[in-house]
């Protein structure tokens, strides 16, 4: 049996935020994730875009955390070296209604503490996205784009750095408290005794939850679909360009990746099965069709992927719970922690509402701080970002640099090595693929694939039939293959 002060169920954004928060203070600490890598579900699955919180009601904990999670952004990729840009947002509209609520957007964003926002002409749009579409819309100056993959990555790697215990494959089972308060989990590999619980499972959430001692809750699941164009759209893409909002639902919209590329999406249809990330021909034309009102330049011949991301959506009696909810019921279920609706903007917020949770257990016990907190994580250098001289070097000092395992995305051998030796330990294909970029490019993995599984076997001694692509059960082969 493992023990704990505290247990971390998810290892999404708001666990892994959570994790590295906690590990400035003198605490053991376990975080347990069903999935076999972070950021596996919504943390990885979504437009990854830092919001600017003009979208969200007035006093609202969505509209505090998001401004103030953006306020810190710079500070925080800098810390966890995550590749960010400022690159602004544009709102487009046409009609006299879309200015009206534009115009309502704008109050509501000044009120809520976003700055530099205002409104703007056609012949403004034109300068900022020459080929965006719209009579007159909103710029927010301080909106930007991230690396979703290396921000979640980034905060767990600093967190095991700093002393943090992660368990991937480890879906929990069953949670009891003994009768000094204490909580035993229960979860697939190890059982681990606990002060503390803390519930970060989004989707999977109101189910721990009523393990816990709260009952009441449920969730379905907000699908968002995406289209990814190729590189070669990116330039004509510099900023996000979204419609005409409210305060649930942003819209079908067009953004640049901090890689180049260009996500289309996503839809916003609510579902009961947060397991199903299907995309139908149906879907993806409605999305070309719906981005093609405000940026007309999207062409079949430019779509290299689909993806799909499900937004758990929590409900209670009273029905859908529209903010971010940091519960704690002292007499029901003494030092459980339910992070309730992390939905969107729950990437740019991440950190507040991470603080937010600690607050709770500092106000209710005394904590030491870890005065070798380091918050420094490095991620490894990418090949395809050095210059021609940098490269020289590298491959001067390891020859392996000189061999590229993906040719898309120019990525090589030695970075596919030192990711699958990664701090964390996780050594599935979609594992190395995020934190590399190999088979993300326009070919999708058709000449590098085989090359990384090989690599994978070579490195790690695993047979064929023990690879598996994301998900246990994922299995890449059932016997060996010419590679």
Same mark, same amino acid.
């Given at each position: ?60 904990? @969505? ?249 758990? @959506? ?63 994580? @490095? ?105």
């Amino acid at each position: 049996m493992e023990k704990a002060d505290v247990v971390i169920v998810g290892a999404g954004v708001i666990g892994c935020a959570i994790a590295r928060e906690l590990s400035k203070f003198q605490l053991k600490i376990i975080v347990i994730e069903k999935n076999l890598d972070v950021c596996f579900e919504t943390s990885g699955r979504n437009s990854a875009v830092l919001h600017g919180g003009f979208a969200y009601d007035i006093g609202s904990l @969505k509209a505090e955390c998001c401004v103030e999670g953006n306020q810190e952004f710079d500070k925080v990729a800098k810390e966890l070296d995550v590749p960010f840009k400022r690159t602004g947002k544009l709102l487009v509209g046409n009609s006299e209604e879309d200015y009206e609520k534009l115009e309502a957007t704008l109050k509501q964003g000044e009120q809520n503490g976003c700055e530099g926002l205002r409104m703007v002409s056609e012949h403004e749009i034109k300068k900022m996205v020459p080929l965006a579409k719209g009579k007159f819309g909103i710029f927010s100056p301080n909106s930007g784009i991230m690396d979703p993959f290396q921000y979640v990555v980034g905060l767990a790697e600093n967190a095991k750095d700093n002393g943090v215990s992660f368990f991937f494959g480890a879906k929990v089972r069953y949670i009891c408290r003994e009768e000094n308060g204490d909580f035993i989990v229960e979860a697939d590999k190890l059982i681990v005794k606990s002060r503390w619980l803390i519930n970060a499972a989004a989707m999977g959430g109101p189910k721990i939850s009523e393990m816990a001692g709260i009952p009441g809750y449920y969730t379905t699941a907000g699908n968002g679909a995406y289209i990814i164009l190729d590189k070669n759209m990116g330039n004509y893409l510099p900023m996000p360009v979204y419609p005409v909002p409210n305060n649930f639902y942003m819209g079908v919209h067009v953004t640049p990746t901090i890689d180049g590329n260009v996500l289309i999406g996503p839809t916003g249809i609510e579902m009961e099965d947060g397991d199903d990330y299907s995309v139908s021909q149906e879907t993806i034309d409605f999305l070309a069709q719906s981005a093609s009102k405000i940026w007309p330049c999207i062409e079949k011949r430019d779509y290299i992927r689909n993806y799909c991301g499900n937004c758990a @959506k929590w409900y209670d009696s009273s029905g859908l719970i529209y903010d971010f909810k940091i519960e704690i019921r002292d007499q029901q279920a003494p030092h459980f922690i339910n992070m309730v609706n992390m939905d969107s903007p729950a990437l740019t917020s991440a950190l507040p509402l991470a603080r937010r949770c600690v607050n709770l257990i500092k106000n209710r016990e005394v904590l030491q701080n870890n005065v070798k907190f380091n918050p420094i994580r @490095k991620r490894p250098v990418r090949f395809a970002e050095m210059s021609n001289e940098e490269r020289a070097e590298k491959i001067k000092e390891n020859p392996e640099y000189g061999e590229i395992v993906c040719r898309c995305e120019q990525v090589s051998k030695a970075e596919i090595i030192e990711a699958i030796h990664n701090p964390l330990g996780v050594c599935t294909v979609a594992g190395i693929k995020l934190r590399t970029r190999a088979m993300m490019g326009r070919c999708q993995g058709g000449y590098c694939q085989m090359r990384l599984v090989k690599l994978i076997q070579e490195e790690t001694g695993m047979g064929e039939r023990e690879i598996v692509y994301e998900r246990e059960g994922s299995y890449m082969f059932v016997g060996k293959v010419r590679m």
